[in-house]
């Protein structure tokens, strides 16, 4: 049957649906908004409680809809983050697309945008789509992983020298204005709260002071370089929020309000040691809010369920009323949320996956530092695969696979000083093979109880090992390290680790990486 076909009877039956209980949303075909920030941990919003990042936008979203408290990442890394949220498998279901900087497989994969496109929507983006990686072809073709790109308009003067250089509001008119009476899907890939901040606009373009910044974690120093960062970390959510704001105003003015179904989240954890790129509560625990006037139903709800981002694809395909491998997709692995939309009785789920392959050119021999984690009952169990791999990355080339910031100067600077290692070897020394943390006591995840509760240990991994194996994930075969194998997009990143130590390379000061984060002493441990 043809699918443009298929796609437009779904309507019919889901009015019947509709008629019978008043409730299912299901085949509905909503406008989708989704934006996606880009580094952005749980609780930085106001809506959260968190006084010192101001979004009345991600507010009101949250008032008018749902608020999750529960939102997480499986893979707190851009590329593979993203990867999973658009065709909602898990990173390590997707081969080379469950890495970070990599081709994603030619012809592999089709996301919902790309499928969604081809039966019955309309799909463009603007800012950050799925990336940094190749996009690789399909039919010989150039891929729009999240559609077609809206990307004319630029910010004339932005208020730091550092903010992306996306109108994110005035791209999106032109997508609005390419109306072609279709439901659309659109990507808001917003570039912030990613690094790098212009130090101190925090400051200086807000009124804000250094003591208003609470919740310091152990693991980093208390001190002005670390607040004035954080700072500038929430005035970048701040900027950004204010272009959401305009695109919902730009909704409700047109008429399209009551019939879009915005969902909005980020991809990964704040860009801090500790954070981003692991998988503790702050590397993978997002912020998430969706609103939908004509759908969601009791809206200003509070929803404490474990939400993944690998569950957003499987939700709009059920809005749009179709399933995965009908329209060209791999299957699904996430859990479709209509029923929290529609606030019926949740069955849902009751713990969360997450874990990690390889992420930036951190390590020798293109490396990874493989995890898998398990969250459930607010217990945070973490296997770490290699523990005699550095975390954070290697130190003689700078401990890659942790952004470089004010706040990692500063734990870098404390160690080599002799004044502190305490917040180096939380951030950046080996971790044991196990880890087991607390959430409600230990939201920081300082406190690891895996010798004191082996048997919680035992039967969380028992329930991994057993979805992972459900989910054909590799390393759970011994076919792990095939993740360390697949080439980076770009020769650059290839070997980094090995050709820079035989001198071929002279890196140099860039976006994320520092060359005085290099350490050029060996260091004793
Ligand atoms: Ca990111």
């Known amino acids: 049957m043809d699918k443009k076909i298929l796609i437009g009877m779904i309507p019919l039956i889901a009015a019947g649906c509709a008629g019978k209980g008043g409730e299912s949303l299901i085949g509905t075909r909503p406008n989708i908004l989704l934006i996606v920030s880009d580094d952005q941990s749980y609780p930085y919003a106001g809506a959260y409680g968190c006084d010192w990042v101001r979004t009345p936008g991600f507010d009101f979203v949250a008032e008018n809809g749902i608020l999750f408290n529960n939102c997480y990442t499986p893979n707190a890394k851009s590329a593979p983050s993203r990867a999973g949220l658009l065709t909602g498998r898990y990173s390590w279901q997707l081969e080379e697309a469950g890495n970070h900087i990599t081709p994603w497989p030619n012809d592999r994969y089709l996301t919902l945008f790309e499928a969604l496109g081809e039966n019955g929507y309309r799909a463009g983006f603007t800012g950050k789509g799925w990336a940094p990686g190749d996009p690789g072809k399909r039919n010989g073709k150039k891929r729009q992983l999240t559609g077609k790109p809206y990307q004319k308009r630029e910010v004339a003067s932005p208020p730091t020298t550092e903010l992306g250089k996306w109108d994110y509001a005035a791209n999106f008119a032109d997508f609005l204005s390419d109306d072609n009476g279709e439901p659309w899907i659109f990507w808001m890939g917003i570039r912030e709260p990613h690094r790098k901040y212009q130090y101190g ?4 373009l807000t009124g804000k002071s250094l003591s208003d910044v609470t919740d310091i974690p152990p693991y980093w120093p208390d001190n002005e370089e670390v607040r004035t960062d954080l700072l500038d970390f929430a005035y970048e959510i701040e ?18 309000l009551n019939n879009t179904l915005i969902i909005w989240t980020s991809d ?9 790129e692991n998988s503790y509560e702050h590397s993978t625990h997002l912020p998430m809010a969706m609103m939908w006037p004509g759908g969601i139903r009791k809206p ?8 993944s981002l690998v569950d957003i694809t499987p ?14 997709m791999d299957p699904v692995y996430g ?5 929290i939309l529609a606030n019926k009785p949740v069955n849902s789920r009751d713990y969360l996956i997450l874990g990690r392959e390889r992420h930036d050119d951190a390590r020798p021999d293109n490396q990874g530092y493989p995890i898998r984690a398990l969250l459930q009952d607010g217990y945070l ?21 942790c952004d470089s910031s004010p706040t990692k100067t500063s734990i870098l600077n404390l160690r080599r000083e002799g004044a502190d290692t305490t917040y180096w070897h939380c951030c950046m020394g080996f971790r044991p093979e196990y880890e087991l943390y607390y959430l409600p006591d230990d939201p920081m995840c300082v406190n690891n109880l895996s010798d004191s509760d082996k048997a919680r240990i035992e039967a969380m991994n028992a329930l991994l090992v057993s979805k992972l194996k459900e989910q054909g994930d590799p390393r759970m075969e011994g076919k792990g390290d095939i993740f360390d194998s697949y080439p980076f997009y770009q020769p650059k990143f290839q070997d980094f680790y090995e050709r820079y130590l035989r001198g071929e390379v002279e890196p140099s000061d860039n976006k994320t990486f520092l060359m005085s984060d290099y350490e050029s002493e060996a260091i004793a441990y």
């Open 201 to 204: 606009t925090g400051l200086s």
């Open 239 to 256: 900027y950004y929020d204010a272009y959401i704001v305009k695109a919902i105003d730009m909704l409700r003015e047109k008429g399209q």
């Open 268 to 276: 990964n954890g704040m860009p801090f040691p500790r954070r981003k």
């Open 300 to 307: 200003g709800r509070v929803c404490d369920d474990y939400v």
């Open 315 to 328: 939700t709009i395909l059920k809005l749009a009323g179709v399933g995965a491998e009908e329209i060209g």
């Open 335 to 339: 859990t479709e949320l209509t029923d």
């Open 381 to 401: 169990y973490i296997h770490n695969f290699k523990p005699w791999l550095w975390p954070a990355g290697n130190p003689e080339t700078g401990y890659r696979d």
